[in-house]
């Protein structure tokens, strides 16, 4: 299944709620206080020892459960308005962020690295080997179970804070952050291995996972449809050669705008 809404709100928005609602209750009690001062002195002798408690009292009992009940609407509405946009980035199957999504977060990163060292990293495109003759021999169904695997299988080889998205069908997406060449074919390989250790067996019969990757590293500016180009250019050699293997080239910045 794919991402879904929860109305159970996570224990840190309880918190936010609680906080909100003692600092706002506090504040309250400071203006009763001075407010109440004020008008006392104006029509009597000046606050005493009960309109004092009185004061800070009555904005507790009527504040606070008032109080509480805004800041947690407010905390839900946060908290909707994360998923619809965590719903907005993602694949409906894999749970892995969606090509629209994916390509605004790599360009945002690519532009973030600019203004620092020189940027270097890594994008890999990963196609799924044979996979009509899973949905022909399986049916779709088993076909979105074997992309499951797949997906699972590349979010459990990369690091944190790494990038992977469902590109289309049956196509993925990996953006290797302040990776060198050397790391960026090493985490291609394991997701490779990864892949094909996955057991995948509908109805008991079972069908060997195994991806084909291309990919580029880089060290210098690079533009997203550059990477894509080229890594897609390394991606159809493997294609058209021996499947389940890894291609990885590694081009500076410049060479990008010219690489086939």
Same mark, same amino acid.
């Not at 719903?87 to 409906?92: F, N, R």
């Not at 532009?111 to 044979?130: F, Y």
């Not at 003759?133 to 804070?161: C, S, T």
């Given at each position: 299944?794919?991402?879904?809404?929860?109305?159970?709100?996570?224990?840190?928005?309880?918190?936010?709620?609680?906080?909100?609602?003692?600092?706002?209750?506090?504040?309250?009690? +400071?203006?009763? !206080?001075?407010?109440?001062?004020?008008?006392?002195?104006?029509?009597? =002798?000046?606050?005493?020892?009960?309109?004092?408690? !009185?004061?800070?009292?009555?904005?507790?009992?009527?504040g606070?459960?008032?109080?509480?009940?805004?800041?947690?609407?407010? $905390?839900?509405?946060?908290? @909707?308005?994360?998923?619809?946009? /965590?719903?907005?980035?993602? &694949?409906?199957?894999?749970?892995?962020?969606?090509?629209?999504?994916?390509?605004? $977060? +790599?360009? /945002?990163?690519l532009?973030?690295? /600019? @203004?620092?060292p020189?940027?270097?990293?890594?994008?890999?495109?990963?196609?799924?080997? *044979?996979?009509?003759?899973?949905? &022909?021999?399986?049916? *779709?169904?088993?076909?979105?179970?074997?992309?499951?695997?797949?997906?699972?299988?590349? /979010?459990?080889?990369?690091? =944190?804070? =790494?990038?992977?998205?469902?590109?289309?069908g049956?196509?993925?997406? !990996?953006?290797?952050?302040? +990776?060198?060449?050397?790391? @960026? #074919?090493?985490? @291609?390989?394991?997701?490779? #291995?990864?892949i094909?250790?996955? !057991?995948?067996?509908?109805?008991? $019969?079972? *069908?060997?996972?195994?991806?084909?990757?291309?990919?580029?590293?880089?060290?210098?500016?690079?533009?997203?449809? &550059?990477?894509?180009?080229?890594?897609d250019?390394?991606?159809?050699?493997?294609?058209?050669? $021996?499947?389940?293997?890894?291609?990885?080239?590694?081009?500076?910045?410049?060479?990008?705008?010219? #690489?086939?």
């Amino acid at each position: 299944m794919g991402p879904e809404l929860s109305n159970r709100l996570p224990k840190s928005a309880w918190l936010a709620a609680l906080r909100l609602t003692a600092i706002v209750i506090c504040c309250v009690i +400071v203006v009763s !206080v001075i407010v109440s001062a004020v008008i006392l002195n104006v029509l009597s =002798d000046g606050m005493n020892q009960t309109g004092l408690i !009185v004061s800070i009292v009555m904005p507790i009992i009527i504040g606070t459960p008032v109080m509480f009940y805004l800041a947690v609407g407010r $905390q839900r509405l946060k908290f @909707a308005n994360a998923q619809l946009a /965590k719903l907005a980035a993602t &694949d409906w199957l894999t749970d892995c962020l969606n090509r629209r999504a994916f390509s605004q $977060q +790599v360009t /945002k990163r690519l532009n973030e690295a /600019k @203004a620092g060292p020189r940027p270097e990293g890594a994008l890999l495109v990963i196609d799924a080997d *044979h996979f009509k003759a899973i949905n &022909d021999r399986f049916g *779709h169904e088993r076909g979105d179970e074997a992309l499951q695997l797949i997906a699972g299988a590349i /979010k459990g080889a990369v690091r =944190d804070g =790494d990038l992977v998205s469902r590109i289309g069908g049956e196509e993925f997406g !990996v953006f290797l952050d302040r +990776v060198t060449s050397e790391t @960026a #074919a090493s985490i @291609a390989d394991a997701i490779r #291995a990864a892949i094909a250790g996955q !057991v995948f067996a509908p109805a008991g $019969q079972v *069908h060997p996972l195994s991806v084909s990757i291309g990919g580029v590293s880089f060290r210098g500016e690079a533009s997203l449809s &550059d990477l894509f180009r080229v890594a897609d250019a390394r991606l159809y050699d493997v294609k058209d050669s $021996q499947r389940g293997r890894v291609n990885l080239v590694t081009l500076p910045g410049p060479a990008l705008s010219s #690489a086939a």
